[in-house]
């Protein structure tokens, strides 16, 4: 189930404006929160992942992110899948988030991982 907490941080990722994506983080992210982007690396802080959030727009334009499955939670983890999906709605991008919850349910951490998982022989 996709609760609060996840629905606003989801939405971060698609919020142009600055100021109502850093709200949307607020409400989402302890305030020491961790970013773990395989590409881009660690980002620490609400600052720093609003400023990592901000480049979506100009690396994706048009581009919106949406969740592909449901949330699996358990003992204060998650991990759910999504994609990134340019204007004709064709994917850019799959993946899957993992994260972790604080004392309040806000999220911790988040470890992104992008593509489909690698077969055993890889």
Known sequence: MLDDV??????AWNEPDQAARAELLMRS???NAEL???TSGHFKGRDAINRRIAGFGDRFP??????TSGVDEHNGFARYAWAINAADGS???DGIDIVERDDDDRLRRIVMFFGPLPSPAE
């Open 6 to 11: 996840l629905t606003a941080y989801d939405s």
């Open 29 to 31: 992210l302890a305030e």
């Open 36 to 38: 773990v982007d395989p």
């Open 62 to 67: 048009g581009a919106r992110l949406t969740l």
């Open 91 to 93: 994917v850019l991008l």
